[in-house]
């Protein structure tokens, strides 16, 4: 079974737009696991603007699942990741100030940085994960960093499945085909929905992982958050 890692950007969001602590994030994280979430995901910005940097050391505290911290490796972030030591950190190359995440590394150009980053991780006990593009060269790429996993950036494929093109899989697949020869584990995020897990899980052999916020949070307010947890569950058996 695929795990989930729900990640909970959005409920910062919501509490920041008012400032005090409501909805609170700490309970949040805690009811996500107790409905059956497998792991915890954030992703905090140098501009703090939703999870903030108090919020990952508080976290640390009440997960007992899977404790996922992604982001772009500057110097804060790294510090951030060494003192909480989460069970992953995923690396995501964003831009400062920018709304979403919105493209792979590229594990070429960037290798020696990425391998020096992996390896002071590693050192410490932290799986290390890759934000990535379906590309074959990209992959091969962030093998030679000596990077514990990949995730891959979904965005491409959730786009061409709602226009009803299921052939936007076939690079992902032939991507995830290539990490197992490589033994990369796979991880998968952004723009995974309810509408397009299921299909996205039946054609990317030996992912382990998917990291879930928008549209999880987003479906929850009509479902429920319990229930929506619940349904991916149940997609990614």
Not at 30 to 50: A, C, L, N, S, Y
Request: aromatic letters at 8%; a negative charge.
């Amino acid at each position: 079974m695929t795990k989930l890692s729900v990640n909970i950007n959005k409920i910062a969001t919501l509490r920041n737009a008012r400032g005090g602590n409501v909805p609170d994030l700490l309970k949040v994280a805690t009811d996500i696991q107790k409905f059956g979430g497998q792991g915890i995901t954030i992703h905090p910005r140098p501009d703090e603007r939703h999870i903030r940097y108090q919020d990952a050391r508080d976290l640390k505290a009440i997960v007992y699942t899977e404790y996922n911290i992604e982001g772009n490796p500057q110097h804060n972030f790294i510090d951030l990741v060494l003192e909480c030591k989460p069970d992953q950190v995923t690396l995501v190359p964003d831009a400062i100030g920018a709304i979403t995440s919105s493209a792979g590394w590229d594990t070429i150009k960037n290798q020696a940085y990425l391998t020096e980053v992996i390896q002071e991780f590693q050192r410490n006990g932290i799986r290390t994960s890759i934000f990535v593009d379906p590309v074959l060269e990209i992959i091969e790429g962030a093998k030679k960093t000596g990077t514990d996993r990949i995730e891959l950036y979904t965005e491409a494929f959730a786009h061409q499945y709602s226009l009803g093109n299921e052939k936007g899989i076939d690079s992902y697949t032939e991507a995830a085909k290539l990490a197992n020869e490589l033994n990369l584990g796979i991880n998968a995020g952004h723009d995974l929905s309810l509408d397009n897990i299921e299909f996205f899980k039946q054609n990317i052999p030996g992912l382990l992982e998917v990291s879930i916020g928008h549209a999880l949070i987003s479906e929850a307010l009509y479902l429920g958050l319990d229930n929506v947890i619940n349904m991916y569950l149940r997609k990614l058996k």
